[in-house]
C-alpha cells in the first residue's frame, strides 16, 4: 500500500541547533517533493520543493534532500529559533492530476 | 495582494445538513483545490477546479461536491452531514500552467464541525 511517514514524535530541540525532520514515501514515484510549514489553525505555508533529479536545494536556514532511492526526503533547518515551531508537511507531487500526497506532519519545538 | 480566502472561519451543522465552504483564488490564480485535514490525519485531497471545470478527485464519496465560478472562487458543498466529516477544509490555489517552485497558497481554512 501507498504511504508517507514523518517523524512519529514530536521533536523538541535546543535554540540554535539543526533540526532534521524525515520525509519516507513507499509506492508512490513522485516527480516533485514538497515542504510546507503549518501553525496552528492556519493553512500550510509552501516552503520549498526539490525536484526528482535534484539531491539537494538550499533556502537561507533551510535545506532538502531527496534520494529517490531510498525513496526519503530530509529537511534541515539550521540555527533554529523558537519562531521555527510549527509543523512541517511534506508533500508528495506526481506531476500529473495536480494532486498532492501529503505527510501527516512532524510537531517542532524549538525551545530557548 | 490578498491571499486565498475563505469563509466562514468555524461552521456548526448537525449531523444531516448540508455545509457550503467558500473559497476566493489569489487574484490571476484559475485552479483552485480543495482538501480536509481531520484532526491526527495528513491532508486529504478532494478536489481540483480549474477554469471552471472539475479536473480531478480524491477518494470521497459524492456527497462531497462543489464548482467553480467564472470569477475562479470556488464552493464545496457537502450534504448529509456525518460526525467524521469535522475537520479543517483547506482551499488552494495555483497558477494553471505556474512553475511548481512557488507551491500551492493555501488559505487559513474553514472548521467544520458536525455534532
Known amino acids: 500500500s501507498q504511504k508517507i511517514e514523518q517523524n512519529s514524535e514530536a521533536l523538541n530541540i535546543q535554540e540554535g541547533k539543526t533540526a532534521t525532520l524525515t520525509c519516507n514515501y513507499t509506492?508512490?514515484?513522485?516527480?516533485?517533493l514538497q515542504w510546507y510549514r503549518q501553525d496552528p489553525g492556519r493553512g500550510p505555508v509552501f516552503l520549498l520543493l526539490i525536484r526528482e533529479n535534484e539531491k539537494e536545494k538550499r533556502k537561507e536556514r533551510l535545506k532538502v534532500t531527496f534520494d529517490t532511492t531510498l525513496k526519503q526526503s530530509l529537511f534541515h533547518i539550521t540555527a533554529s529559533q523558537p519562531a521555527d515551531s510549527a509543523t512541517y508537511l511534506c508533500?508528495?507531487?506526481?506531476?500529473?492530476?495536480?494532486?498532492?500526497?501529503f505527510g501527516t506532519g512532524t510537531s517542532l519545538t524549538v525551545i530557548p | 495582494e490578498a491571499g486565498v480566502t475563505q469563509s466562514p472561519t468555524h461552521l456548526i451543522k448537525t449531523r444531516g445538513q448540508q455545509a457550503t465552504l467558500r473559497c476566493s483564488p489569489i487574484?490571476?490564480?484559475?485552479?483552485v483545490y480543495w482538501y480536509q485535514q481531520a484532526l491526527g490525519l495528513g491532508l486529504q485531497f478532494l478536489l481540483w477546479?480549474?477554469?471552471?471545470?472539475?479536473?480531478n478527485r480524491g477518494n470521497f464519496p459524492p456527497r462531497f461536491s462543489g464548482r467553480q465560478f467564472p470569477n475562479y472562487s470556488s464552493e464545496l458543498n457537502v450534504n448529509a452531514l456525518e460526525l467524521e466529516d469535522s475537520a479543517l477544509y483547506l482551499c488552494?490555489?495555483?497558477?494553471?500552467?505556474?512553475?511548481?517552485?512557488?507551491?500551492?497558497?493555501f488559505g487559513s481554512g474553514t472548521r467544520l464541525t458536525v455534532v
Open positions: 488552494a490555489s495555483s497558477l494553471r500552467t505556474g512553475d511548481r517552485a512557488y507551491g500551492y497558497t
Open positions: 477546479y480549474d477554469e471552471g471545470e472539475e479536473r
Open positions: 509506492n508512490y514515484s513522485p516527480a516533485y
Open positions: 508533500a508528495l507531487d506526481m506531476r500529473t492530476g495536480n494532486q498532492f500526497y
Open positions: 487574484s490571476g490564480h484559475t485552479s
